[in-house]
T-cell receptor
């Protein structure tokens, strides 16, 4: 089983619908992230959380919200989806104990299409 | 200004040849980390290699090496003996360690698509 699991893996929805992407991890990491990938733009940070009580906006948070339900769960919501939110979404975790690199461990991605 | 610049949208390399993927970065921090990730067509993100700003030796991981030139702010990925399975998108990323509210995030470049020709 994957250490970082995203659901759903694929979703097609219509403009104006509310969508939630869920992420759970078994790595025991405190830090969790949501990134968005668009062709030619790389990965851009939407939100990140360093623990259950800590939520921070990233580079492109407008139109998104998040919830950190537990150390292992971090969900991303689109309250009213619009077509330009069509993208591949990644959840990631990291561990910054001393001596570690802080690399991100990614989920398999959630491909969202908004019609 | 972009923090991570990958100037090669696409690259071709002959199988068994070496290839260098370019990455330049911009930071005023003295302490930072540089990463390369691979994304095959299946979509997953695979961590390849890491270089810390204070590491004196260039990082190596199997066929991957990072050509770190601190004064030039470049962190190029070198893949030796290319294989067909190396065909993928490659992303360079940076983590600034002491940049206040943004610390510990990874900032990614736009990627380079590598195609290995048989």
């Amino acid at each position: 089983d994957a250490d970082v699991t995203q659901t759903p893996r694929n979703r097609i929805t219509k403009t104006g619908k509310r969508i939630m992407l869920e992420c759970s991890q078994t790595k025991g990491h405190d830090r969790m992230y949501w990134y968005r990938q668009d062709p030619g733009l790389g990965l851009r940070l939407i939100y990140y959380s360093f623990d259950v009580k800590d939520i921070n906006k990233g580079e492109i948070s407008d139109g998104y919200s998040v919830s950190r339900q537990a150390q292992a769960k971090f969900s991303l919501s689109l309250e009213s989806a619009i077509p330009n939110q069509t993208a591949l979404y990644f959840c990631a975790t990291s561990d910054l104990l001393q001596g570690k690199t802080g690399e991100l461990f990614f989920g398999e991605g959630s491909r969202l299409t908004v019609l | 200004a972009q923090k991570i610049t990958q100037t090669q949208p696409g690259m071709f390399v002959q199988e068994k040849e070496a290839v260098t993927l370019d990455c330049t970065y911009d930071t005023s921090d003295q302490s930072y980390g540089l990463f390369w990730y691979k994304q095959p067509s299946s979509g997953e993100m695979i961590f390849l290699i890491y270089q810390g700003s204070y590491d004196e030796q260039n990082a190596t991981e199997g066929r991957y090496s990072l050509n770190f030139q601190k004064a030039r702010k470049s962190a190029n990925l070198v893949i030796s003996a290319s294989q067909l399975g190396d065909s993928a998108m490659y992303f360079c990323a940076m983590r600034e360690i002491y940049s206040g509210a943004g610390s510990y995030q990874l900032t990614f470049g736009k990627g380079t698509k590598l195609s290995v020709i048989p």
